[in-house]
Every structure is written in structure tokens, then in C-alpha cells.
């Protein structure tokens, strides 16, 4: 196993049971220590993704816009691909009042800070993605989130206990593609995690049974299916989401529940689905062999309508069934974009039938059709809006 692999697995492990039992180093009565870092899942898309990030911020209520307090200032630009892996970038540490928050904001910077980006260059905007030729795109964060980017999470601090949180970026969600020409958008797909509260999976994907070759980047994600949903799109959802480093391993951090484990590699083979529970301080260890399938097909989706200028976006869900070795009826998604400008955006697929769901703004209810993928074959998704 890698030995980078190891060294953060470890380090993960040792988080994750310290974060069953902690206390702090407050010696005030009625005080605990709060300390909030940031980690992101990886992107095989992008060399860097940069946000600005001016503070960082809870709040006692679950409704009021007023109360909120400081737990630093960090005025720095971060790329979120630094922080993958279970690397984590810490946002700060305060001795904060005991008692029950509800809240937690990331207010974003308006202006980038004065280092310098992976190109070797100042930084041009505030947050920006650098892709793969090295060309950048400005990313523009909706209005919803320009007093900061808010999640409502419950959680204590004891008095002279310490409390960690982290805020679970996704990067694959969380960037917005306008094309060459559109408007990229900065979505925020961010989750909060308490560490005493969280369960940790690991594990790692070959291209056989032991002892295999690793399948790099190959995309493990932890997901819910309730076959109910009156909404389409509600059916199968993404708890978090990872890609497998140069040793096949990945780690994820959930909390605690069943799930459906996918490990989905592209398109050259058949993804597999594993059904689990994550228990809090019991880390999990979940190892997969990928078996290789047919030559790929293609689905484009082609979106026209798109007005210009405005922060509209979509997001194209591909699914199929897989039974998750629970015999029952059960849906998996493969991959999920999101796009903010008109084109014809091409997806590689397995041969199968699949299930592709289209929601967002500009769609007034969720579109929902099933379309046959073969090798070799192309089949046109159309979304008129």
C-alpha cells in the first residue's frame, strides 16, 4: 500500500477516535474550544480550484441572520485541490461559549490575496479554476451566497471539551460548467461534519481480485436510494464522494448511517455497488475489483435556452440499477454535471439502460428519461428550456 496513503489513513483514524472523546485546554468555566478545518474531494477535471476565503462563522440560532460570531479571520486564497485525501486546511481555532450552535458560514472574500496560483502568476480573481491546458475561469458565486456560503448544523460545546468541524467541499459538484463562453458558477456543494459524529470508510480498488492492478481516479461515493421519492431527482443521493489516488485507495468521511458504497471507474469498466453501515469510531474498510466491460457509447446531452447573464444552472444525473447485493430493487448514480450555457456536452457510458434526470433552475420540474446505451453507439439527451 502507498505509504502517503498509510501515513493519512492513520492520521484519519487517530481523528476520527480522538473525536469520540476530546477535551480541551480551556480553563474558563462555561468555555470549550471549536476548531473548523476544510477538506474537498478530488477533480480529475482541473489542475486547481481557488476560492477566498475572508472568515469563518457560527451562530446560535437556526434562523436569525443576527448572532453570528467569529471563529477566525483567515483572508487567504485556497486551492481546494490541496486538500484532498484527507489532507485538512485549517480555518482557525477559538475558546467559544458552551452551548448549542446551529449554524456555520463561510463568508467569502470579494478580492484574492497577494500569493501567487500554481502557474506561478498572482492570482486574477477571487476564485477561479485553473484547467488542465492551464486556461482559467472566473467563478461567480450565486447571490444566495454572497453574505457567505451558510449550513445549518446542530452541534454542542461542553464546557472544557474540544469540538472539531469540517467543511466537506466537492469540488466535481461544486464547479459549474458555462463552456467556453458561459458564465462558470461557484455552487458550494459543501457538507458539515462534527468529528464525534462521523464514520470512516477506506479502502481500495483494483482491476481484479488481490493482487490486481490500482485503478487511479476511479470515483467511490456513499449514496441513499428511496425508490418513494414523488421527485425524480430525490430518489438517489450523494452523501459524499471521492476519487482513488495513484494506489487505488480512497477515504471518505460520513455520517453515521446506511449506504450504498459505488465505485464507478469511467467507462472502461462495470461499476460496483456494496451496501453498508458506517458506524461512528469503528473505521470501515470496504476493497473493491472492478471487472471490465464492453467498449463504451456515448450520451450527449444538448441544452439550448440558456439566458445569458443570468445565474441559472442545471445538473444531469446518470443513473442505472444495481441491486447492491441487498436483492432488492435499488438505483446508483454514476456521475452527476452541471452546466450554466448552451452546447452539446458528451458522456461516456458502459453499455446498459440508464435513467438520466435533469433539474435546476430554469426547469420548471424534473426531467426524467431512460435512454440505451451500446458500444459504440450515440444517443442525444435534448433539453429545450
Known amino acids: 500500500m502507498n505509504p502517503r496513503f498509510v501515513s493519512i489513513l492513520a492520521a484519519l483514524v487517530f481523528l476520527a477516535l480522538a473525536g469520540c472523546s476530546s477535551s480541551s485546554d480551556s480553563s474558563d468555566a462555561n468555555f470549550g474550544d471549536l476548531t473548523v478545518q476544510l477538506t474537498d474531494a478530488p477533480s480529475p477535471d482541473y489542475k486547481a480550484v481557488y476560492i477566498s476565503v475572508n472568515q469563518v462563522e457560527v451562530n446560535r440560532s437556526a434562523t436569525d441572520e443576527n448572532g453570528w460570531q467569529v471563529v477566525d479571520i483567515v483572508n ?64 461567480t458565486v450565486p447571490s444566495e451566497d454572497s453574505s457567505g456560503v451558510t449550513r445549518t448544523k446542530q452541534f454542542i460545546i461542553d464546557t472544557n471539551a474540544n469540538v472539531e468541524l469540517i467543511l466537506d467541499f466537492d469540488v466535481m459538484r461544486s464547479v459549474v460548467q458555462g463552456g467556453d463562453t458561459g458564465q462558470w ?109 464492453n467498449p463504451a457509447g456515448t450520451l450527449t446531452v444538448r441544452i439550448t435556452g440558456f439566458n445569458a447573464g443570468n445565474e441559472e444552472s442545471i445538473t444531469v444525473s446518470v443513473r442505472r440499477d444495481a441491486p447492491c447485493g441487498t436483492g432488492l430493487p435499488n438505483f446508483i448514480e454514476l456521475l452527476s454535471e452541471s452546466y450554466s450555457a448552451d452546447g452539446d456536452y458528451n458522456i461516456t457510458l458502459p453499455p446498459n439502460n440508464y435513467t438520466v434526470v435533469a433539474f435546476g433552475d430554469p426547469i420548471s420540474s424534473t426531467i426524467s428519461n431512460t435512454w440505451e446505451i451500446t458500444s459504440g453507439g450515440t444517443r442525444i439527451f435534448v433539453i429545450n428550456l
Not at 484574492?112 to 486574477?124: A, R, V
Not at 480498488?205 to 421519492?229: C, E, H, I, K, N
Open 76 to 139: 487567504e486564497t485556497i486551492n481546494l485541490l490541496d486538500y484532498t485525501g484527507g489532507l485538512l486546511k485549517s480555518l482557525g481555532t477559538r475558546e467559544m461559549p458552551a452551548g448549542v450552535y446551529n449554524q456555520v458560514r463561510l463568508v467569502l472574500a470579494s478580492a484574492p490575496d497577494e500569493q501567487t496560483n500554481i502557474l506561478g502568476s498572482l492570482h486574477p480573481f477571487a476564485h477561479y479554476v485553473v484547467e488542465l491546458d492551464d486556461s482559467i475561469h472566473q467563478l
Open 185 to 293: 458558477f461557484l455552487k458550494s456543494i459543501l457538507e458539515v461534519l462534527d468529528t464525534r459524529e462521523i464514520a470512516l470508510i477506506s479502502g481500495s480498488v483494483t482491476d481484479s481480485p488481490t493482487p490486481g492492478t490500482a485503478l487511479q481516479g476511479t470515483r467511490v461515493s456513499v449514496q441513499t436510494y428511496d425508490g418513494f421519492a414523488t421527485d425524480p431527482k430525490n430518489r438517489v443521493i450523494t452523501i459524499g464522494s471521492t476519487l482513488t489516488d495513484a494506489a487505488g485507495s480512497y477515504t471518505l468521511r460520513v455520517p453515521e448511517s446506511t449506504y450504498n458504497l459505488v465505485a464507478y471507474n469511467d467507462n472502461e469498466f462495470s461499476p460496483l455497488c456494496r451496501r453498508i453501515t458506517a458506524l461512528t469510531c469503528t473505521p470501515l474498510t470496504e476493497d473493491f475489483a472492478l471487472t471490465g466491460t
